[in-house]
């Protein structure tokens, strides 16, 4: 189990910005993609956005040109730079990665706890 370590939530106002980071730490592992999703109160949890090993990016169209996914792969950290942030971008924000494990020899996929963002009007 790779453990996965979240930081730099709060509240923040509309048009605001604000960044998440996440932090994988240790060295019996490889990054293979690491993403953010997030779950408001009802709804389900969604992608926000994603990050593989080699740089390649996607979003969901809603975050699009307003935030950004971000990795150091030395540190094994990836981070969310969330700016002009809206009302809507209200939940309980899920750092999650996939790894290969040198030990076990397979892929790992892990979640870290949550860090909450709100944003007020």
């Known amino acids: 189990q790779v453990q996965l370590v979240e930081s730099g939530g709060g509240l923040v106002q509309a048009g605001g910005s604000l960044r998440l980071s996440c932090a994988a730490p240790?060295?019996?592992?490889?990054?293979?993609?690491m993403k953010w999703y997030r779950q408001a109160p009802g709804n389900q949890r969604e992608l926000v956005a994603g990050i593989t090993s080699g740089g390649t990016t996607n979003y969901v169209d809603s975050v699009k040109g307003r935030f950004t996914i971000s990795r150091d792969g030395a540190k094994k950290m990836v981070y969310l730079q969330m700016n002009r942030v809206k009302p809507e971008d209200t939940a309980v924000y899920y750092c999650?990665?996939?790894?290969?494990?040198?030990?076990?020899?397979?892929?790992?996929?892990?979640w870290g706890q949550g860090t909450q963002v709100t944003v007020s009007s």
């Open positions: 999650n990665g996939d790894f290969f494990d040198y030990g076990m020899n397979h892929a790992v996929h892990s």
């Open positions: 240790g060295d019996t592992f490889r990054v293979v993609a």
